[in-house]
């Protein structure tokens, strides 16, 4: 990917999020080091790997110098958050913070919202976003080059879907894990050494990740293939099919959906 020819600000870059796509956009080299800026209230720039990245402890002075101005502090500290956006582009990560609330603080009518991970340290994130009216297309393009350097991306009509892929998308490896750890149990509780136990079903996990991102099949493609085969692997699926399985995921996805919408 080529070097853009933007600034981009993190305001909260030492956290997890933050600081992952600050990794991403620089490992992906869409910017250079000295054209992202990082403020936090001690200065401090996280470990990203690169030199030259500037460092602030003036919000303002972080936006001033910006084009591309990203939130990305718990969203219970976004009240504490002050500074005049000017002619640059807000965009936000922080999870149930409206579009009409940031535009409330930062002065501007041109606001990305948006949801990312931690995945992004990657450059294995999935951050969908949505625009306010006012935001331009050179607004969403630019939204859409930082996105995408740290993975995949794609735009949403509206902000409730942003709140159904915090649920959903934002957590990594977040509820995928909980599987994994349901699959190491099941093995070590009859027999399997512990160790060996996680190691299979770490790589089980890679592959099928790697399998289902970058083959042209459909998850539900995989799952009837493995059905039709009639093998082993169907014997499970079909008695996972006929259990509460899909029951318990959904209660599980709009419990999360549910707190993503109020958390603000």
Same mark, same amino acid.
């Given at each position: 990917?080529?070097?853009?020819?933007?600034?981009?600000?993190?305001?909260?870059?030492?956290?997890?999020?933050?600081?992952?796509?600050?990794?991403?956009?620089?490992?992906?080299?869409?910017?250079?080091?000295?054209?992202?800026?990082?403020?936090?209230?001690?200065?401090?720039?996280?470990?990203?790997?690169?030199?030259?990245?500037?460092?602030?402890?003036?919000?303002?002075?972080?936006?001033?110098?910006?084009?591309?101005?990203?939130?990305?502090?718990?969203?219970?500290?976004?009240?504490?958050?002050r500074f005049e956006a000017g002619k640059s582009l807000v965009s936000s990560v922080m999870a149930g913070i409206s579009i009409a609330r940031i535009i409330d603080q930062t002065g501007t009518d041109c606001v990305i919202r948006a949801?990312? &991970?931690? $995945?992004?340290? *990657?450059?294995? @994130? +999935?951050?969908?976003?949505?625009?306010?009216?006012?935001?331009?297309?050179?607004?969403?393009?630019?939204?859409?080059?930082?996105?995408?350097?740290?993975?995949?991306?794609?735009?949403?009509?509206?902000?409730?879907?942003?709140?159904?892929?915090?649920?959903?998308?934002?957590?990594?490896?977040?509820?995928?894990?909980?599987?994994?750890?349901?699959?190491?149990?099941?093995?070590?509780?009859?027999?399997?050494?512990?160790?060996?136990?996680?190691?299979?079903?770490?790589?089980?996990?890679?592959?099928?990740?790697?399998?289902?991102?970058?083959?042209?099949?459909?998850?539900?493609?995989?799952?009837?293939?493995?059905?039709?085969?009639?093998?082993?692997?169907?014997?499970?699926?079909?008695?996972?099919?006929?259990?509460?399985?899909?029951? &318990?995921? $959904?209660?599980? *996805?709009?419990? @999360? +959906?549910?707190?993503?919408?109020?958390?603000?």
């Amino acid at each position: 990917m080529t070097q853009a020819e933007f600034t981009v600000g993190i305001i909260g870059g030492n956290g997890m999020l933050g600081s992952a796509i600050a990794r991403g956009l620089l490992d992906s080299g869409v910017i250079k080091p000295e054209q992202l800026g990082i403020s936090s209230r001690s200065g401090n720039l996280p470990e990203l790997g690169h030199g030259g990245v500037r460092s602030f402890t003036d919000n303002q002075a972080l936006a001033d110098a910006s084009d591309f101005i990203l939130l990305s502090v718990p969203p219970a500290n976004f009240s504490d958050v002050r500074f005049e956006a000017g002619k640059s582009l807000v965009s936000s990560v922080m999870a149930g913070i409206s579009i009409a609330r940031i535009i409330d603080q930062t002065g501007t009518d041109c606001v990305i919202r948006a949801m990312s &991970s931690p $995945a992004a340290s *990657l450059r294995l @994130a +999935y951050s969908p976003w949505c625009a306010s009216p006012a935001a331009t297309d050179a607004d969403k393009s630019l939204a859409r080059t930082v996105f995408a350097a740290v993975g995949a991306t794609d735009e949403l009509p509206d902000e409730d879907q942003i709140d159904l892929f915090t649920a959903v998308t934002g957590p990594v490896p977040g509820f995928v894990a909980q599987f994994a750890v349901s699959m190491v149990d099941y093995s070590s509780a009859r027999g399997v050494d512990p160790k060996t136990a996680e190691r299979a079903v770490r790589q089980l996990f890679h592959a099928a990740g790697v399998m289902m991102a970058d083959g042209p099949m459909s998850p539900a493609d995989h799952v009837t293939e493995m059905i039709d085969y009639a093998g082993t692997t169907a014997a499970g699926l079909l008695a996972m099919q006929d259990s509460d399985l899909d029951i &318990s995921i $959904a209660k599980g *996805l709009d419990a @999360a +959906y549910e707190k993503a919408r109020r958390i603000g």
